[in-house]
C-alpha cells in the first residue's frame, strides 16, 4: 500500500515538474506587459494621426511612429519581437489589449480634438438636403491581425445637422481569396447619439463582395449629439485580406412639411431602416398654407338625431 502512494506521489512530482518546463518562458527582449501597454497605446495614437497626414505628406507616418519608440526607450527591433512573442501567447495579448482600448476610449474626444485642429478641418459640415459628411480616408485594407483589424469613425455633430436627418454609410467590401465563413466575417455597425442620450443603431454581418449599407433617422428624438461607426474584421484561419473602398457617410434632411401639422390631426412618416428620407422630387408639396389646412381638416361627426 505504501509503495502504491510513493508512486502516486512520484507521477503527481513527475507532472508538475513537466508542466513547469513546458511553460514558454518570456526571452529578455520582450517588454514586460505593462510596458508594453504603453507602447501600444502611443503606438496606435501615432498611427492614427499618421493616417490622416496628406498623400505628399506620408513621409510623415512613418515619423510618428519612430517618435514613439524614442519615447518608449526602445527599438524597432524589440517592438517587432515582443509583438512576435505576444501573438504566439493570445491570452496575455488579450488582457493587454483591452486596457489599451479602455485607454484609447478614453482619450478619444481629446484625441480627436487634436487632431482636427492639427489638420486644420472645417468646424462645419457643408450646408444642404444631401451632403456626404465622410472626413476620412475613403479605401482601407485590413488583414484581421491585432494592430490591422479595426475602422472606427466619430463624427460630431454641427449646425448643418437637423432633428430629422437620416444618415446613411455606404463601404465596399472586396475580399482576396474569397470571402470567409460566416463565423469570421467582417461586421459593420454605426449608431447615433442624440443630446437627450437617446440611441439608435444598427449592425449588420458582411459575407460577400459588394456595397453595404446603413441607414438610420430619427423621427422625432431631437438633436444629434454624435454619429459614430466601426468597420470588425477578425482573425482568418486563412489569410485574406480585406479591401474596403468607395466610403461614404450622406446625411440627408427631411424634406416633408409635416412638422407644421398637430401630430393628432396626421401622422408623421416612419422612415423604414435601411431607406433614405425621400427627396424633394418625390414629396407633393401643397401651394399655399390654405390648402394644407384643407388636407388635414377632420371630417365632421354626424350628430344623432333624438327619439
Request: proline share 5%.
Amino acid at each position: 500500500m505504501k509503495g502504491r502512494n510513493r508512486i502516486q506521489w512520484y507521477n503527481v512530482a513527475l507532472l508538475a515538474f513537466c508542466l513547469t518546463a513546458c511553460q514558454v518562458k518570456r526571452p529578455k527582449d520582450v517588454l514586460p506587459d505593462a510596458k508594453m501597454e504603453n507602447v501600444l497605446y502611443d503606438y496606435h495614437i501615432a498611427k492614427a494621426m499618421g493616417e490622416e497626414v496628406p498623400y505628399n505628406e506620408s513621409y510623415k507616418r512613418q515619423l510618428y511612429i519612430e517618435s514613439v519608440f524614442k519615447k518608449q526607450g526602445i527599438t524597432q527591433a524589440i517592438f517587432d519581437s515582443s509583438m512576435v512573442w505576444y501573438a504566439r501567447n493570445p491570452e496575455t495579448f488579450t488582457k493587454i489589449y483591452e486596457k489599451v482600448n479602455l485607454r484609447l476610449k478614453a482619450e478619444r474626444d481629446g484625441i480627436n480634438h487634436l487632431i482636427a485642429m492639427r489638420d486644420n478641418k472645417p468646424k462645419e459640415s457643408l450646408p444642404g438636403d444631401s451632403i456626404d459628411v465622410w472626413a476620412w480616408q475613403h479605401i482601407y485594407q485590413l488583414t484581421g491581425m491585432p494592430l490591422n483589424n479595426k475602422i472606427t469613425f466619430t463624427l460630431p455633430s454641427d449646425s448643418n445637422f437637423h432633428d430629422r436627418d437620416t444618415l446613411r454609410w455606404s463601404v465596399r467590401f472586396r475580399f482576396h481569396n474569397g470571402a470567409p465563413d460566416s463565423a469570421y466575417a467582417p461586421t459593420m455597425a454605426m449608431q447615433i447619439l442624440y443630446e437627450n442620450d437617446s440611441i439608435i443603431s444598427s449592425m449588420q454581418k458582411v459575407k460577400k463582395t459588394g456595397i453595404e449599407t446603413i441607414s438610420l433617422s430619427g423621427d422625432s428624438i431631437g438633436k444629434i449629439k454624435e454619429v459614430r461607426g466601426f468597420i470588425y474584421y477578425p482573425l482568418q484561419k486563412v489569410s485574406k485580406s480585406l479591401l474596403t473602398d468607395r466610403i461614404s457617410l450622406m446625411r440627408y434632411h427631411a424634406t416633408d412639411t409635416l412638422l407644421n401639422v398637430k401630430k393628432d390631426s396626421i401622422a408623421e412618416p416612419q422612415i423604414k431602416k435601411d431607406t433614405v428620407a425621400a427627396t424633394p422630387a418625390e414629396v407633393k408639396k401643397p401651394d399655399d398654407e390654405k390648402t394644407l389646412r384643407q388636407e388635414v381638416r377632420p371630417r365632421p361627426r354626424l350628430r344623432q338625431s333624438a327619439n
